[in-house]
């Protein structure tokens, strides 16, 4: 039935007598639903939204409307305030179709926002289309049912965007992921705690910023007690959240998916959630313990310049680049200089590269070996004209 179905926003002035169908369809759809929909879309409310140009309706080829979202703007935010579909069309991802063609309409605004009570465990739909968990409120329904905050961001420069920016040209952007936040910022003890500790040494707080992606708040969110919940959610804001775009989420999520298994498990999709965010914040450091994502560190550094390191081997790569401005000689200042950093685990990958860079330097004289420095080893090919 899928293929019977366009997706549109209602247009405010239809060929006759499809109007008043689409309206009609619309509040039997909510009568219908009403026990888990906000108020009622009366005939004048559903007219106002058309009239905005903010109601999408999946249509079918009887041309009845069988699904339908409706949002607002406001302050420069998108607000989805009903997404509903009709029994008979269900399990044939309308619900998500309708709000990615919000999210695609509304693409000019800074965010988009929906509220939704958490016994209807539309976690998936959310999460799925980009959005995360912000927080938690008191809902306003009879059964006092919490209600959960989700935000998608769409990267619009504003004020934390430029902060950000600035940030990651006067220090390195390394993001942690949840189990090393929770290391970080907690007392219990855990197998590797130690390890993630490193990351609290004072003299990395000149060259390192700390920072942690929006897809923490989904990795929280899986909390069953609401009050452990918003606890940890809180701790999250001693951090910088760095920010996201969702036109670049979708890109790179598609690009990284082929390092993923195509069943994915929650924990995979928040893995790759992690570290599609840090690829979209320019992060030049991913810090896991995680042995699936440990693994992925060659190919996504190739594609992205994001290195993927455990606690200690990050250390370890920030004192090499904390010592580079002392082992570049004078007078390669102003040549073109091509420099490496190798961290920990690539010095085979370095050796090979080295061994043919001085087979050349034997007939061209253009190499030179600046250092080597234990576990972490820096190259600098000096190539000049002459």
């Known amino acids: 039935m899928a293929s019977e179905i366009k997706i549109i926003r209602i247009p405010f002035k239809p060929a006759s007598g499809k109007y008043d169908n689409y309206v009609a369809s619309i509040i039997t759809l909510w009568r219908s639903h009403s026990s888990k929909l906000g108020e009622l879309p009366s005939e004048e409310k559903i007219l106002e939204y058309i009239s905005k140009h903010k109601l999408i ?56 926002k929906v509220l939704c009570r958490r016994d209807y465990n539309l976690d998936s739909l959310w999460k799925s289309c980009g959005f995360v968990a912000i927080k938690d ?27 950000h920016e600035t940030t990651i040209i006067t220090k390195i952007c390394a993001v942690i992921d949840t189990n090393i936040f929770i290391d970080l910022t907690e007392d219990s003890l855990t197998r590797n705690k130690e390890d993630s500790l490193v990351l609290q040494s004072e003299w990395l707080s000149d060259d390192v910023e700390i920072c942690v992606t929006s897809e923490i708040f989904n990795d929280l969110d899986r909390i069953s007690s609401r009050q452990a919940r918003e606890e940890r959610k809180a701790r999250v804001h001693h951090f910088r959240v760095i920010p996201d775009s969702q036109e670049k989420y979708s890109e790179i999520k598609k690009v990284t998916s082929k390092y993923f298994s195509k069943s994915l498990t929650e924990q995979d999709k928040s893995d790759m959630g992690h570290l599609v965010r840090a690829i979209v914040g320019n992060a ?40 580079e401005a002392k082992y570049q000689p004078r007078r390669f200042l102003g040549t073109t200089i091509e420099a490496q950093l190798v961290v920990p685990g690539k010095q085979k990958e370095l050796v090979e590269e080295w061994l043919y860079r001085v087979n050349y330097a034997a007939v061209a004289g253009k190499c030179q070996l600046i250092r080597q420095r234990g576990s972490a080893t820096q190259v600098m090919m000096h190539c000049s004209d002459g």
């Open 137 to 163: 409120r008191d809902g306003r329904n009879q059964q006092n049912q919490p209600i959960t905050e989700w935000v998608l961001q769409y990267g619009r420069p504003n004020l934390l965007t430029l902060l």
């Open 57 to 112: 309706g999946v249509i079918s080829a009887s041309d009845q409307c069988v699904a339908y979202g409706m949002y607002r703007e406001i302050n420069q935010v998108a607000q989805i305030k009903h997404i509903c579909v009709h029994r008979d069309w269900r399990r044939q991802r309308l619900g998500k179709q309708i709000v990615e063609k919000i999210i695609d309409d509304a693409s000019h605004l800074y965010e988009a």
């Open 284 to 323: 030049q450091c991913f810090i896991t313990r995680d042995t699936g994502l440990l693994e992925l560190d060659e190919p996504i550094y190739q594609a992205f310049g994001l290195a993927i390191l455990r606690p200690s081997d990050f250390v370890l790569y920030i004192d090499s680049l904390s010592q």
